[in-house]
């Protein structure tokens, strides 16, 4: 048997434990199974899977080097290329940038409330059992302005409403037809 067979099969047996560990939440337990914590992997899948591994734990100055290792091992390597601008923007960004979606998320509930209170007229007010809904005397019909029927401090006569009358016709003076001509004259 090659020794380079051996040693593929013992990186896939490692891949695969490594890879059950991971997905059962495993990470530090998991990258041991990889690699030591002091050693780097020769193999690229090793260093591949570790790269990752370090990345998911949170470890993103760690993983920044093992990325780098892995694209330096090969130059056309494009999940490393991503990994790498990934991490080095995450790591730029300010210490409250994580507190950005938060702020998002209450600004919105915030024009959401706003929206409903302008909707509604405002915000919902009672009224005391003891006072009615009229307030105004403009807002009782005249049927209903007796002294009788209005609440304390309205007054029953109110601001005065214009009155509709009706224009008297003016008569229009009579016509009269030429049955000759056919036009119509007026006559004075």
Known sequence: MDNTSGESI????????AMALARAGRLSEAQKVVADERTIPDDMLALHALAALVTSEGDYLRA?????????????HAEA????AAIELWIM????Y???PWLGAAAALLVIALVFVVATGGPARSLPADKPAITNSSE????QRTPGNLPAGINAVGPSEPQYQTPTPTPLP???????????KKRR
Do not use: C, H
């Open 64 to 76: 920044l080097k093992l990325w780098e290792l892995v694209l330096q091992r090969d130059p056309a």
């Open 174 to 184: 009579p016509v009269t037809f030429n049955l000759n001509t056919g036009a119509a």
């Open 93 to 96: 960004r300010p210490s409250w």
């Open 10 to 17: 013992s990186v896939s047996l490692r891949m695969s434990k």
């Open 81 to 84: 290329k991503r990994m790498i």
């Open 98 to 100: 994580r507190y950005l």
């Open 140 to 143: 009782v019909s005249p049927v």
